[in-house]
């Protein structure tokens, strides 16, 4: 069984709260849900964790790729636009990720345009909200 693990950076814990009428009114556990759901239907299974500091999420990769993770899916909400350090924790773990976005961050302000991190990623889905995710991981589980 593949096991996935799903990462997310500052403010994602805010979900259903932060700006409903971007991010909408379910809450990160909800997306949590939504995630293992389908997960388990494609056979992986999920790991989570969230936080709002860049070295915790550095340290979480490097941590999930010596465990033996298979493969990430990340949405770094702030630090997307600007960590190279994640960037570069991503390289080194040499697995596959996916960069989702609940939001279309071509259509936000212009310092939102651009991810550091994708770069890293075998793709970037941005602006489907919580279904990206599921398309996420139907992109893994062709691999």
Do not use: W
Not at 10 to 24: H, I, S, T
Not at 64 to 76: E, K, R, S, W
């Amino acid at each position: 069984m593949k096991k996935i693990a799903i990462l997310h950076g500052p403010n994602l814990d805010r979900l259903g709260k932060r700006e409903p009428a971007v991010y909408g009114t379910a809450t990160l556990r909800d997306l949590e849900k939504l995630i293992r759901t389908e997960a388990r239907r494609l056979g992986f299974s999920t790991t989570f964790f969230q936080s709002a500091h860049e070295g915790a999420l550095v340290d979480r990769i490097h941590a999930l790729t010596d465990a033996g993770v298979d493969a990430f899916i990340v949405n770094f909400g702030a630090y997307s636009h600007t960590s190279i350090a994640l960037h570069d924790a991503l390289k080194s773990s040499a697995l596959p990720a996916v960069e989702v976005h609940i939001s279309d961050i071509k259509k936000r302000e212009k310092f939102r345009h651009h991810s550091m991190t994708a770069g890293a990623c075998i793709a970037m889905i941005s602006g489907k909200g919580f279904p990206g995710y599921l398309e996420a991981l139907q992109l893994l589980a062709k691999r």
